[in-house]
């Protein structure tokens, strides 16, 4: 089957597919352990066999989807900011600290990408940055970067 005459809903299951293969892949090394006993490689692998067997479902019944070569991306510049915006994210976690780029990550999502109102923004970005920072960091116990400002 040639690219041209892929469809759609074929290469998203192939994705998925190609995905779940790479989980899987990566959880080798973690043990499984039993029903009884589960270990740490257990869910994420029912998670990648899961997800392979939905990528299969969707490949071959994706047979009605319009074709690949048919497909228009209206949309490919914003998916790109987005994508660019969540690399620069994950550099400046460390450095910034977890609350600063949340903040800043949801005003350019919020501010730049959907021109929201800018006190929405504001108060949403602050919010969610805080509140998620108090019940990830504070009540579940996992260590966020805090950034050079202890913040």
Known sequence: MSFARLRNDQLSGLMLFALAVFVGWQNRTYPLGSLQEPGPGYTPQLIAVFLGVMGLLIAFK??????????????????????????????????????????????????????????????????????????????????????????
């Open 62 to 151: 994706g047979r009605t989807s319009p074709p690949m070569s048919e497909m228009r991306w209206p949309e490919a510049k914003r998916a790109l900011m987005i994508l660019a915006a969540c690399a620069v994210a994950t550099y400046a976690l460390e450095p910034l600290g977890y609350r600063i780029t949340l903040i800043a990550l949801l005003v350019f999502f919020l501010g730049v990408l959907e021109q929201k109102k800018p006190f929405a923004v504001a108060a949403v970005s602050i919010a969610f940055s805080l509140l998620s920072y108090y019940f990830i960091g504070t009540l579940l116990r996992v260590p966020l970067p805090r950034g050079p400002w202890g913040f």
